[in-house]
Each structure stands twice: as structure tokens, then as C-alpha cells.
């Protein structure tokens, strides 16, 4: 074959296979701005060239005519393609609608139509051509019809718009690239190049090399879009390991614009991993983080630590920024590395809290290391012992130790810490100034991750005072004891001493009275009647604090001996019956017939017991009766029940009256005068004797005392 037609076809197919070639690589990289319709372009290019290539093998004209129609497909297409790739290439994607997109398409697809029906018409060409042999090559030749310039201006005015735009973009990078620039360029405008070439027949080519220019352009700009991927020699690898980071890494161009992030990034600043970064300028990639974008337009190195978000939300990104420079020490761009350091912001904040706590504890608080020496004290121990944090750190924390601490304590301590477990107890320790003070500790051990012990913590409350005043509150109270028996000493021996000197005057009254010592007049006598009454009242009291006196001092002593429950009824309740009578009240007796006829115990004190309930019964009961019960309540305990219809105890009080000099009703006369002694005796001869003794009342009802006691019977009869 003839050097010229090789020359041309290897041309063209040359073309076709670069351009078939890039529209792979870029569609598969179709993520990148611009990309898209660069695909698209080289698509078309692709088209173009090859069936210009088989117009131009093509024999006949009738041939040639149908692949020159063909090749029109990708003639129109190409500068409209070219147009928006420029506008995406340079940031205006925005101006492409889908009108625009449309109306943009209208003028191309006009000129198919006409040109397939040109037989009908002649506007695109004005003949049908005819085959023109030039050198080794016959080539269809036709005259332009007036839609032919038409079309040729539309489209020449869309290549010259994405011209002018994608040079204004280049000239603003940096001036390392000149070198590669200055090819881009050339690439750039190699089709109006090849255009002057062309019109003017600056070389003796026939063909129309319009689309092996569109080729060269589409090489140019494919290595101005992808050159850090196109230059990479191990792309996957790349991927894999920075993909595969922690840590966030956005390698930044010196206009600012993104030429590389990993996964991390995305993940760290929750960004959806489908939206791509690469291509668009960092400010407005991460947008919403300003401060983050703020930090990477400094020169310098820079480290910060970034809040991203407020409130629960709140991320924590550590931001390292790097300046890039080459060999000569230009500034060729910008390496930031992110990494999420959220959880250990928490924790520091967690430990910031805590030891915010521990300083300022009111109790002391030492860290010790497992040999016992101390490494770190709280506010409270230098206050509490006088040493300051640098004379404490460091040393054992025996300095405080004394002998005054009970003995095995610290052995006891030791041995429970080491085995892995909490001791609390109190030492008595020494201060700085050598003053001794106790402290109550609780002391724990650490332990990593192994279970070995590392540390002690010890909390301790300086219990100095508190032992004082526990220690003054037990002397008052053996005080308080002595001074109570020296009372009870003191009552006792006043009660016996006034006991004779009272049975005198007693017995003299009486005399008196009844007229044993002389005549006396009625005055007299009354005068007699009121000492004999105030003694007997005296008499009472006397006996009541003897009684008080001697149960206090632990010398009562229970006389026991065989008795007849019907005789001591009667014997407790004689003159009580006239008694009830004066005061208007009914007076009523009972004796439970599965009593024992007779039982074992101290009669005497029994009496004592009933007469002290039927005498309060009486004092405080205005209307009504009162009833006394002796019953057998079990078979292994009895009862005796004084029951009145009185003015009843309140709730409040129905302990209280049976402590000594307790009185409930504030209204004294001279009738139910009284010390407040008698219930406090009782109850003390009732547990005595092994019983209880319990109380129903209600004011304004009446009150029910009940004592139960355990049955004894006489030593024969058992
Ligand atoms: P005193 O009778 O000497 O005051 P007591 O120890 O016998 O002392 O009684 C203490 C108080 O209990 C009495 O002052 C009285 O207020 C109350 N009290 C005792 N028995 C009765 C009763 N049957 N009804 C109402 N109040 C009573």
C-alpha cells in the first residue's frame, strides 16, 4: 500500500484506539468531575474516527457517501460534549439543566436529520459529491449547502467556549507543572491548530484530521484529570493501604482542592462514603466544619484537637496538618491526617472528673505502689498531717505510723490487702508536728489487667474527734451511773431513817385521836385526823422511793412462799371497797374458780402490785366502777386485771408511766396526788417475778391493766 493512505489510515486508527481507550478509563473513573462527559466525548471521538477510517477504504462513492453520513454522529456531538466537560472540569456543572442539557442538543440533532435527507434537499451538501482522487487516496468531495456553515459555526463556537475555559483553569496551576501544563495546552488546542493547518493547507494532507486533534486533546486533558492516578504505579496496592488506615488522610493541591482521601475520612467525618471528595476544593467538600477547613489554610505544621458537633453528638477529631513540598522546596500542596479521638476525650474528661472528686474530698486519700510507697496524696492528707504533696510522694507510707495503733492491725491489713481484698479500720497515726490523731481507713488494692495487684488506695476520715467524744460520752456515762446509785444510796438511807421517826408520829396521832391521851375537843380531833392522813400519804412516799431505791440498787429480794390467790383478793381489796363507795363508784371482784387454790410466791409484793393498780384505778376514775380479775389465762400463766372506766391514758403516754416520776395527768388534787412511783415499781416487781405486764387504754373510756405471770405451784404440791 502507498506510504500516504498508511500514513493516513495508521492516523485514524491510531486515534480510534486511544480515544475507545480513554472512553473505558474514564468511565470506569466516571466519579471524578467531569469525567462523565469526557467519556462521552471520547466515545463519540471513537465513532468519528472509525468510520472515517472505513469511508476512506470505502471504493465507491455511493459507500463513501454512507459512512460520511455516519461519521456525522460523532462530528455534532463532540464540540456540544467537549462544552460540558469544560463546564464540569471547571466547577459550573450547575449551569447544566436538563432544558439547557436539551436545548443544547437541538441544533446537532437538526443537522443529522438534514444531513440524511439531503437528497431531498441539498442544504448540507449542495451536490451529491463525487470521488476525488488525491495522491494514493479517493475521497468523497462535495459543495457545502448553507446548513453546512451553520453547523460549522454552531460547533466551533462551543469548542472555542470549553477552550477559553479549560485554559483560564489551567493557567492558575502552580508553576511546578508548567512542563506538563504546557502539553496540556498543546492538547487543548491542537484541533484549531490542526483547523489552520487545514484552511490554509499548511501541509499537503487531504483528510480531515479534525478528530485525530480531538484525540490528542482527549490524551491531554485525560492526563490533567487523572495524572495522580495515571502516574501511580501500583494503584491497588495504594488503595489497600490507605483505605485500610485508622487515620483520616486528605492530601490537598496548593489551590486546596482534594486530590486524594481514604475510606477513614469519610468514616470519621461521617460523610456517605458514595459521595466523592476527590476533585472539589476542601472548603467546600467539608462544609460543615469550618474550623477543620480553617486549619489546613495554614502554612505551617499544625496539630489541634477539633469538636465536631454539640451536645451527646459531639465527635473529637485530632487534626494534623502538614505542608507538602518538593526537592526544591516548593509548597506543593497540603497532607492532613484525622483521626477520631472521641472516646479518649471521654476519658480524659472521665478522669478530669474524678480527680476533680478526689481533690477535693474531705477525706484524705493516698495511692500507694504495691511496695506500700506513696505516689500520690490528696489536698485533704497534707492538710490532715502537716506534709506536703513533695514530702509525702515518694516515701513509705509507714511515716505515719505509731505503736499507739492496736497491735496485729497492721499485720491484719496486709495480710487482707494482698490477698486481693478491701480492710477498714482505724489507725492511730502521727503527723508531721509528731501530734498523734486516729483515723478510720478503708484501704483497697488495684489490680491490672492479670490480676496482679499494682496499687493501694487508701480513703481515711480523721475520726480524732469523734473518738474524743465518744471517749468523754462514755465517762459521762459511767458518771451519770455512779452519781444514779449514790441517789438510789442516798434515798435509800433518807427513806429508812424517816421510816421510824414517821411511825411515831403515826402512832401518837392515832392516840390523840382516839382520845387515848385525854379528852380532846372536836377541833382537836379534826387537827389529829389531818396529821395521821398527810403521815400516811407520807408513809406511802417513803415507802415508794425505799421500794424505787432498793430495786435500782438490785437488793430486792422476792420472799416466796405458799399463798392462796382468794385470800390475797381479799386482802388487796379491803378498804377499797368503801373507798369506791365514797367516790360514788361500783366496785366488783372475780376470781377464776381453774385457779389453783394455791400458788408459790411473794405475797406480800402481790398485794403491793394489786394495790397500787386499784388505788390508780380508783384516783383516776369519776363515774363508773372498777373491776378486779384474778384468772387463770393459760395453763402455765395467770392474770391479775384491774379495770376501771376512767379518764383512760393516751396512746403517747402508755410507756412512759411506767417510768419512774412519770405522770400523765398535769391535773393534781389532793386526791389523786402522787409521786409517779407506783406503775415504775410495779413493773419493775412484775419482771421480777418472770411476768409482764401490759395496758389497754382509752381516754375519756377507761384503761385495763392486765400482769400475767407465770403459774408456780407450792414446792409439795409439784
Ligand atoms: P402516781 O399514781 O403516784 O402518780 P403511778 O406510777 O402510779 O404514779 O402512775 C403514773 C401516772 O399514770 C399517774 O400519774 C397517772 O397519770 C397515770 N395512771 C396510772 N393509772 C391510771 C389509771 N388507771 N387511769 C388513768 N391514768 C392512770
Redesign the pocket.
Known sequence: MPFQAILYLTILAVATVISIMLAFYTWQHRQTPGAKPFSLMMLALFGWSLTYLIQIISPDLASQALWNKTTYFGVVTTPILWFLFSLEYTERKNWITRTRLIGLFIIPIITILVIWTNDAHHWFWASDGKLVQDGDILLRSAENGFWFWAHSIYSYLFILAGTIMVVRALSHWPSQYRGQMIWILLSVFAPWIFNVIQIFKLLPIVIDLTPFAFTLTGTGMAFALFRHQLLDLAPLAREVIIDGMQDGIIVLDPSDRIVETNKAVHHILNIPENRTLIGKKLADAIIQWPKLVKHSENASKIEDEIALGTGADQNWVGLTSLPLQDKKNNNVGRLIIIRDITSRKKAEEQVRKLSRAVESSPTSIVITGADGNIQYVNPKFTQVTGYTIDEAVGKNSNILKTDQTPVGTHDDLWKTISEGREWSGEFCNRKKSGELYWELASISPIHDEDGNITHYVAVKEDITERKRAQESLIIAYDQALEANRAKSRLLARVSHELRTPLGGILGYAELLRDGMLGEIKEEQKDAAISILQSTEYLTTMVN?LLDEAQIQANTTILREKTFSPAILLEHATSGFEIMAEKKGLGFATFIDPNLPENLYGDEHRLRQILI??I???I???QKGEVRVRLERHTPEHWILQ?T?T????ANE?QTA??EPF????THITSE???????????NQLVNLMGGRIMLE?HPGQ??S?SVLLPIKLPPQEM
Open positions: 415508794e397500787n393498780l388505788g390508780n384505778a384516783k383516776f376514775t384491774v376501771d376512767g379518764m383512760g391514758i403516754s408511766i411506767f412519770q405522770q400523765v395527768h389523786n396526788r402522787g409521786i409517779g412511783l407506783g406503775l415504775a415499781i410495779t387504754s377507761g384503761s391493766f
